[in-house]
């Protein structure tokens, strides 16, 4: 069973940058898309990016377009959420996932203070 594991969250002012990274278990990281979700209090589950498996096709919430960037290191088993310019209404908490195996990680959390 491959397990992912979120780091990387904090508090941080508005407009300030945090680096989320999900490490995965396993020997098998290079052959599934990865994404990020998020979840604010009160609200509903939210997609936020996605990343193909080579890494060669990102995706973004238009929420998100412009300001945070996906990527991976299929080296190291690692994804990566860039977060830029961020924004009061960025706080939540931050899960990863393998979409196609149904893997999701404990989730970090983001905090932006206004």
């Known amino acids: 069973q491959v397990q992912l594991v979120e780091s990387g969250g904090g508090l941080v002012q508005a407009g300030g940058s945090l680096r989320l990274s999900c490490a995965a278990s396993?020997?098998?990281?290079?052959?599934?898309?990865m994404g990020w979700f998020r979840q604010a209090p009160g609200k509903e589950h939210e997609f936020v990016a996605t990343i193909t498996a080579s890494g060669g096709h990102t995706y973004y919430a238009d929420s998100v377009k412009g300001r945070f960037t996906i990527s991976r290191d299929n080296v190291k088993n690692t994804m990566y959420l860039q977060m830029n310019t961020l924004k009061a209404e960025d706080t939540a908490v931050y899960s990863c996932?393998?979409?196609?195996?149904?893997?999701w990680g404990q989730g970090t959390q983001v905090t932006v203070s206004s």
């Open positions: 996932n393998a979409p196609s195996r149904g893997y």
């Open positions: 396993g020997r098998t990281f290079s052959t599934y898309a």
